[in-house]
């Protein structure tokens, strides 16, 4: 698979993909511009990102906020509330367990289920 071939056919932002399974974790990608994605955390799980392209604003509780690029990775902790968004169009990785709410506890118009993710 060639991500950047699959990501030029994802039209929704804030919509993870998955787009592979290692054991327990999924591999997804996601297309994000603007603000939308609430404050939220994963009680139980880490949560992993990678800039494929574009450029990233990563908000995380008792943090300044910093820019991530594209080539960057970071790890946000369990239960760490954070939020992303992104001025321009941002092409992101996302590595997490197959069990983890794409936006924790928190539901607002982005959020989307497991199923949903999976289509």
Not at 13 to 32: L, R, T
Not at 100 to 114: E, L, N, R
């Amino acid at each position: 698979m060639n991500i950047q071939d699959y990501l030029s056919q994802v039209s929704q932002y804030f919509s993870p993909k998955v787009i592979g399974e290692v054991n327990d974790v999924y591999v997804k990608v996601a297309k994000i511009k603007g603000e939308d994605i609430p404050w939220h955390n994963h009680a139980n799980e880490d949560e992993a990102f990678f800039i494929i392209h574009g450029e990233l604003l990563f908000e995380e509780e008792g943090k300044e906020p910093f820019t991530m690029k594209e080539g960057d990775f970071y790890v946000v902790k369990k239960g760490i509330n954070h939020r992303v968004s992104s001025e321009k169009e941002c092409q992101i990785m996302l590595i997490e367990n197959k069990t983890t709410a794409h936006t924790g506890d928190v539901k607002s118009h982005v959020t989307k289920s497991i199923e949903e993710q999976l289509k």
